[in-house]
């Protein structure tokens, strides 16, 4: 690179020729920024101002080609526009390139002096970068940076393609002073280009902060015409125009949708072995109130299917479930995580509402049995509200009592009663039975398909069911259930029952028990009078004469005679043995208890005493 003045020039010498070459010169300048200048005022675009730029300047030095290049925020010079007397218009090509690299100390010494640079000769010159150079068939070239405040906003390259070409001292000027120029109104635009963008995306801000306030209004007040779930999921599936899943914890699907065109027959789950996958595991895990959403898997893989935006849903502080816009027919956007975290919001007050009226209405049904119970309303009362709790006193019930140690279970009153009341749901599959928790108990009232003993013994095999699946949850004691109740003054006398021959049971250890009130037969008359213990003395004493003269085998004889209500055949297919035997029996057992064991007063007795011993369980 050389100055003017070593060049041989004086500036301040200045000939006859000379004069009217620079006057003319100056002229081209002047005619050339004139346009430029009405160019730059019609706000036109920065690449087509810069390809003018570039043009003119080609025209004023006698090159054919150009290439502009601008500084980036990050230091590096990239091109932004380029043209070529021959091929016109070859700004994309330029873009493509970077200038100011390692290796191109060609354009590091325009930056580092800022003045132009000159490479006459640039196959062989080591400046410029070689293998650029060769591609480009690039000869000689003028080099002059775009100074703007002292500092190198650009670049500007101009040369003859495939032709020598010679920059004079002249040359170098009228490019010198073009480009300080050009670089006035190249900021100004940079400046104007920047403020339109910025203008661009506060106008693009402000148009999606109004749309999304439209889907904050048309969710809200799809929720206060009285939507459900699936219409919410429903609305952010036509939202975004791509399907909607809606997940509890356990990833099990609780809603749908998806846009018709798609013609989806089933929901475009995360399929499990998307979620083991280590990335997305970890993205759903970080999920928090500070990154409410993530597109899992972040990338599209072989082996993972489509992409899903999932969103959390938190309902009191703990995470409920996920919300899912799954990647079909149109690709995720960032307005779809908006939508996403707005109608993850509303659905988790939309659960949390209807979650509330719920608890609300079994609250309300929890202590219209705890009316009917108690008896503290008057019948008409009770039969009229019945059914809006989906109770029709007009069916048989029975009342179930589950005996529960409040000392030991550490769940609440309201879990244990939700617990037992959705696995009676999920056994006898009937919706969630009316309850209410009390003090040691659970009772639970379950209707009747028939009003008859074989419904009640259909029952008590489902009531068995019920207790062993709880009992891994529950410190249970005996369960019980009451005779049929069929008019509304039933079912207090039915809880009485239940409550006394729950004190009865808890007596005898009766916790592994499930029985009906029929079953106890004669004892329930004996406990209402409150003389069990004559009861078990009168037992002990009516068979203590055959316990003590026989190995068992009377014993066994007499109590199945008993439970076969006194027929020798019968106690003979029961035991497996000839009638004459049974006759037999029963003659050394009235010889032993000296009384008639076939007679009626005999019967009965017995029959008390043998239900009292095995009650006891003796």
């Known amino acids: 690179m050389t100055s003017i003045a070593e060049r041989g020039v004086d500036p301040g010498i200045d000939s006859e020729g000379g004069s009217a070459r620079a006057t003319g010169r100056e002229r081209d300048v002047i005619a050339a920024f004139a346009e430029i200048t009405t160019e730059a005022i019609t706000d036109t675009k920065l690449e087509d101002l810069l390809s003018l730029v570039g043009q003119k300047l080609c025209a004023l030095l006698g090159v054919t080609r150009c290439s502009v290049y601008l500084r980036h925020a990050n230091g590096s010079y990239r091109g932004a526009?380029?043209?070529?007397?021959?091929?016109?218009?070859?700004?994309?090509?330029?873009?493509?390139?970077?200038?100011?690299?390692?290796?191109?100390?060609?354009?590091?010494?325009?930056?580092?002096?800022?003045?132009?640079?000159?490479?006459?000769?640039?196959?062989?010159?080591?400046?410029?970068?070689?293998?650029?150079?060769?591609?480009?068939?690039?000869?000689?070239?003028?080099?002059?940076?775009?100074?703007?405040?002292?500092?190198?906003?650009?670049?500007?390259?101009?040369?003859?393609?495939?032709?020598?070409?010679?920059?004079?001292?002249?040359?170098?000027?009228?490019?010198?002073?073009?480009?300080?120029?050009?670089?006035?109104?190249?900021?100004?635009?940079?400046?104007?280009?920047?403020?339109?963008?910025?203008?661009?995306?506060?106008?693009?801000?402000?148009?999606?902060?109004?749309?999304?306030?439209?889907?904050?209004?048309?969710?809200?007040?799809?929720?206060?015409?009285?939507?459900?779930?699936?219409?919410?999921?429903?609305?952010?599936?036509?939202?975004?125009?791509?399907?909607?899943?809606?997940?509890?914890?356990?990833?099990?699907?609780?809603?749908?949708?998806?846009?018709?065109?798609?013609?989806?027959?089933?929901?475009?789950?995360?399929?499990?072995?998307?979620?083991?996958?280590?990335?997305?595991?970890?993205?759903?895990?970080?999920?928090?109130?500070?990154?409410?959403?993530?597109?899992?898997?972040?990338?599209?893989?072989?082996?993972?299917?489509?992409?899903?935006?999932?969103?959390?849903?938190?309902?009191?502080?703990?995470?409920?479930?996920?919300?899912?816009?799954?990647?079909?027919?149109?690709?995720?956007?960032?307005?779809?995580?908006?939508?996403?975290?707005?109608?993850?919001?509303?659905?988790?007050?939309?659960?949390?509402?209807?979650?509330?009226?719920?608890?609300?209405?079994?609250?309300?049904?929890?202590?219209?049995?705890?009316?009917?119970?108690?008896?503290?309303?008057?019948?008409?009362?009770?039969?009229?509200?019945?059914?809006?709790?989906?109770?029709?006193?007009?069916?048989?019930?029975?009342?179930?009592?589950?005996?529960?140690?409040?000392?030991?279970?550490?769940?609440?009153?309201?879990?244990?009663?939700?617990?037992?009341?959705?696995?009676?749901?999920?056994?006898?599959?009937?919706?969630?039975?009316?309850?209410?928790?009390?003090?040691g108990a659970v009772i639970v009232m379950v209707r009747l398909e028939s009003d008859d003993l074989d419904e009640v013994g259909r029952v008590r095999d489902h009531v068995s069911t019920i207790r062993d699946r709880l009992s891994g949850d529950l410190s249970l004691g005996a369960t019980l259930i009451s005779g049929i109740c069929r008019t509304p003054v039933d079912y207090p006398h039915a809880h009485r029952d239940l409550r006394e021959m729950g004190s009865v049971a808890k007596s005898f250890g009766w916790d592994e028990r499930v029985m009906t009130l029929d079953e106890l037969g004669l004892f329930r008359v004996i406990v209402s009078s409150g003389h069990v213990k004559e009861a078990l003395h009168f037992a002990h004493s009516f068979v203590a004469p055959v316990r003590q003269h026989d190995d068992g085998t009377l014993l066994a004889t007499w109590r199945a005679f008993v439970a076969a209500d006194g027929k020798v055949q019968a106690t003979a297919t029961t035991l497996d043995v000839h009638e004459n035997t049974i006759r037999y029996r029963l003659g050394r057992i009235k010889e032993i208890a000296r009384r008639d064991p076939t007679s009626l007063d005999c019967l009965l007795s017995a029959k008390m005493a043998f239900q009292v011993l095995d009650l006891a369980g003796q």
């Not at 900021?187 to 999304?212: D, H, K, P, V």
Request: net charge negative; charged share 25%.
């Open 81 to 439: 526009a380029g043209f070529c007397e021959d091929a016109g218009d070859i700004t994309e090509a330029v873009k493509r390139q970077v200038s100011g690299f390692d290796g191109d100390l060609f354009s590091q010494e325009v930056i580092n002096t800022r003045a132009p640079v000159v490479i006459a000769d640039a196959l062989n010159d080591p400046r410029p970068h070689r293998r650029t150079m060769t591609h480009w068939d690039v000869r000689a070239m003028l080099g002059v940076p775009l100074t703007f405040d002292d500092a190198v906003i650009g670049l500007i390259f101009v040369d003859s393609r495939g032709r020598e070409h010679e920059f004079t001292p002249e040359d170098i000027e009228v490019a010198e002073l073009f480009a300080r120029l050009s670089a006035l109104f190249i900021s100004q635009a940079m400046l104007n280009t920047r403020l339109r963008g910025q203008a661009a995306e506060i106008a693009r801000n402000n148009a999606t902060l109004a749309y999304l306030a439209d889907v904050h209004h048309r969710l809200t007040s799809a929720v206060l015409e009285g939507a459900n779930i699936h219409r919410v999921v429903e609305l952010l599936s036509e939202l975004s125009a791509k399907p909607v899943v809606l997940y509890n914890n356990s990833f099990d699907v609780l809603a749908w949708a998806a846009p018709e065109a798609l013609k989806l027959t089933a929901p475009p789950v995360m399929s499990e072995k998307v979620r083991a996958t280590a990335s997305v595991r970890q993205a759903l895990a970080e999920l928090s109130v500070s990154t409410p959403s993530a597109i899992v898997p972040a990338q599209l893989a072989v082996g993972l299917g489509r992409r899903h935006l999932m969103c959390r849903l938190v309902i009191e502080g703990r995470q409920t479930g996920f919300l899912g816009i799954v990647e079909v027919g149109r690709s995720l956007e960032a307005l779809d995580a908006n939508i996403a975290e707005r109608g993850a919001t509303v659905l988790a007050l939309q659960m949390l509402s209807e979650r509330r009226q719920i608890e609300t209405e079994g609250q309300a049904r929890d202590d219209y049995l705890s009316d009917l119970l108690r008896n503290s309303r008057d019948k008409e009362h009770l039969v009229r509200r019945g059914p809006q709790f989906g109770i029709d006193l007009t069916n048989p019930h029975v009342l179930v009592r589950f005996t529960v140690d409040d000392a030991t279970d550490r769940l609440t009153a309201s879990a244990i009663q939700s617990l037992v009341t959705r696995t009676f749901a999920s056994v006898m599959a009937i919706s969630p039975p009316p309850a209410v928790r009390l003090p």
